[in-house]
């Protein structure tokens, strides 16, 4: 852990969520309440949020490393994970049941990192 993010609940409200800095560029056309996520930027992610729909995005764990994607559900043995990028090099990651993943939560917000 690197450290910790003090947000108000005026914010994020009773929310069960907690935040993580994103590394990367496979986001950065992506929008959060109108603000970009960007590399360096911090998300706010709700944990308890489980109704996953096409266009949320989600903080996924993989293998064990984390990735942010747009989430799109193709049937009901599969999933895709979509970047949202300014860079062609990345890909959309399909999950099924029989992957080591775990849903994280949706994200909700973007505090700017200020670079």
């Not at 994103?22 to 949020?49: A, P, Q, R």
């Not at 559900?73 to 959309?92: D, F, G, Q, V, Y």
Request: aromatic share 8%.
């Amino acid at each position: 852990m690197q450290g910790y993010l003090k947000v108000s609940k005026k914010i994020v409200g009773n929310k069960n969520v907690f935040a993580i800095q994103v590394h990367g560029t496979s986001m950065n056309l992506s929008h959060i309440d109108n603000k970009k996520i960007d590399d360096g930027d911090f998300i706010i992610v709700d944990s308890e949020y489980k109704d996953y729909e096409n266009e949320d995005k989600l903080l996924v764990v993989i293998d064990g490393l984390a990735t942010v994607k747009k989430f799109k559900k193709i049937n009901t043995e599969m999933m895709a994970l979509l970047p949202e990028s300014t860079n062609s090099e990345h890909r959309p990651i399909y999950l099924t049941p029989d992957d080591t993943f775990i849903i994280n939560g949706k994200v909700i917000d973007v505090f700017k990192s200020g670079n």
